[in-house]
């Protein structure tokens, strides 16, 4: 009994909520315009890792690359062929999960928008920041010494391009 209840009180608040707010439409669109979006991005620019596995007194260096992935802040200058579709371009900064705010993204490219007012867009382009580097010298070096203890490499960087996909919500 108690269920029926809260189902009935919950249909008719809904009802009630509905109906005391003003729904209009409205059709008028504009045609351009700058949108701002925050999303999240992937892109081609790998960083190259070293770590190192501890076993007893046996210490091995481990190689990887990771892709530089993230959230981003978008604004967009954007045009509307058509009510549903928008076209432009835009620019933003993007934050990479695994580096955090040491190494941004710029972010430029395209951008296509669907729904009436931009609220879902999908931006790609190239992204241009600064990549994690383990030289050859380096990677030689690691792999031939025998370490006693972990020790500490410290990071090359270059500043590199690369392809990059994203999906983002508009927020202003």
Known sequence: MRSLFLIIFSLLFT????KSQDLTLDLSTKKHGV????????????DE?????KVGNHITPIFSEKY????AIQ?????????????GIHLGLGLDVNSYITAPVLLFGGSMSFGNNHQFIIYFGLADGK????PGVIRDQI????Y???PIIYDNTELNSGFYLGIGYRIF
């Not at 890792?49 to 596995?53: D, E």
């Not at 530089?68 to 959230?71: A, Q, S």
């Not at 792999?143 to 025998?146: F, G, R």
């Open 68 to 71: 530089k992935m993230g959230f």
């Open 35 to 46: 949108v701002w979006s925050a999303g999240i991005f992937k892109s081609w620019l790998n």
């Open 143 to 146: 792999l031939n010494i025998s």
């Open 49 to 53: 890792y070293v770590g190192f596995n």
């Open 15 to 18: 009802i009630h909520i509905v």
């Open 148 to 150: 006693t203890e972990i």
């Open 75 to 87: 604004s967009h200058y954007m045009y509307k062929p058509l009510s549903w579709l928008g076209l």
């Open 131 to 134: 990549k994690r580097k383990i």
